[in-house]
């Protein structure tokens, strides 16, 4: 098994090379406007890197999450967001292993292309986040259609994405034996949607995070648009959830290096009592402490990659991953945010941007205690708590 960050230098190479194109100044200007970076991302699709998962005989790179983690890592380190684009790489996880054959024909080779984007996945409703099997969004059949009426909460990129993947209760919760069966994916067209039976309502948010508020009022899918079988789309979900938390854990060890790199240069360049700042062992530990972490956490992510890569459970260490990672780096943004002094809270500075970036996963897309409940529940086997 190869977990050495050094077996990628190629890719992260080609990655930073694109990267350097849209400097810090580019991405502030986008968080001040609270805009879309449309320049950046029709970039990475145009070089491919969003098509990283799809396989060749579609259009694709044929790589696999291991690589994907490693674009979207550098992406971080470099300066910017992958919340706005990684959407299309997880979503890949669940469409490429249980999407049908006519299906992946149809959506593939036009989002490798760029023609189409799947960013989307609308999971989460106001009553029901950490807890997925109590959604109440229905997907109801009639005849070559369903119809999805519900409502959805934190729905990213809706904007910026012509297809999402839906979760919906097709039999109701009293009716299944077991809370996680009875629910279905489906695969949205927003492009019809949108306006006739969907309507979108932006949230406004901390983050500069295109994340929306969904209306379903008798939407029509087409039956041809369900995911796999009726009734297995929360195990179906799962794939792309572990892809997701395994992605943003190397969010994160890209965030925290990007951290780790400021602080250091201006540690040694600010001059305070007569000397640099990062003389003082005060400053260094925190540091040293931080890149620590963020080693040990980015080790973990290559352990879920290569376990998802290779078909094996990786639940636990997708999860344990965005868990260390989410925290190494928002340690990583106090300890730079802290040694840069007042100059931290300068937006010109580029760290309270990131420090309000970062925050976000330890939060979403599921929060710390829900992991710990994980572990503990299904890799210590310690009597369940809900
Ligand atoms: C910017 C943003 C973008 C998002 N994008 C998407 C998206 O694209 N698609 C999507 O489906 N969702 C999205 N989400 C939703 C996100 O996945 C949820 O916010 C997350 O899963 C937590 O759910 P919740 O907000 O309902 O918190 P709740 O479930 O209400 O939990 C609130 C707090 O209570 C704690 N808690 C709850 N139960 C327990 C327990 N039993 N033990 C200990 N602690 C507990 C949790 O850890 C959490 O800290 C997004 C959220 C944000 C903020």
């Not at 990628?8 to 190479?13: D, F, G, N, P, T």
């Amino acid at each position: 098994m190869q977990t050495s960050q050094d077996t990628y230098q190629e890719l992260r190479a080609a990655v930073r090379a694109l990267c350097a194109q849209f400097p810090d100044a580019y991405f502030r200007m986008i968080d001040q406007q609270r805009g879309y970076p449309e320049a950046f991302v029709a970039a990475l699709t145009e070089a491919g890197w969003l098509a990283a998962l799809i396989p060749e005989q579609y259009g694709g790179s044929g790589l696999g999450l291991t690589e994907a983690s490693v674009i979207l890592e550098e992406i971080n380190r470099c300066g910017g967001n992958s919340g706005v684009c990684h959407g299309q790489m997880y979503n890949m996880g669940t469409l490429l292993r249980h999407g049908s054959e006519r299906q992946k024909r149809d959506y593939l080779p036009r989002i490798a292309s760029g023609e189409l984007r799947l960013q989307s996945m609308a999971v989460t409703e106001p009553g029901a986040g950490s807890d997925t099997t109590r959604i109440q969004t229905r997907a109801v059949r009639h005849g070559d259609h369903y119809r999805v009426s519900g409502q959805k909460v934190w729905i990213s990129r809706v904007q910026h994405s012509d297809l999402m993947i839906l979760l919906a209760r097709t039999t109701p919760l009293e009716r299944v034996s077991r809370r996680s069966e009875g629910m279905s994916l489906f695969l949205i067209d927003l492009r019809a949607a949108v306006g006739h039976g969907l309507n979108v309502r932006p949230i406004a948010n901390m983050v500069n995070h295109e994340t929306n508020e969904l209306f379903f009022d008798e939407l029509e899918v087409p039956a041809e648009n369900l995911i796999g079988e009726e009734g297995l789309g929360f195990r179906y979900l799962l794939d792309g959830l572990n892809a997701e938390r395994a992605l943003i854990a190397a969010e994160c060890v890209g965030d925290g290096r990007w951290f780790i790199d400021r602080v250091v240069g201006y540690g040694c360049e600010r001059q305070v009592f007569g000397q640099p700042i990062a003389r003082n062992q005060g400053v260094q530990f925190p540091i040293a402490r931080a890149h620590v972490q963020l080693e040990a956490a980015s080790l973990m992510r290559f352990e879920a990659c290569v376990r998802f890569d290779a078909r094996q459970s990786c639940g636990a260490e997708a999860n344990m991953a965005k868990l260390l990672a989410s925290e190494a780096s928002w340690e990583a943004a106090n300890v730079c945010l802290q040694f840069h002094g007042g100059f931290g809270f300068a937006c010109e500075y580029d760290i309270e941007r990131k420090f309000r970036e970062t925050r976000l996963y330890q939060v979403a897309p599921i929060s710390t205690n829900l992991i710990l409940a994980y572990v503990a529940e299904h890799v210590l086997g310690l009597p369940r708590s809900f």
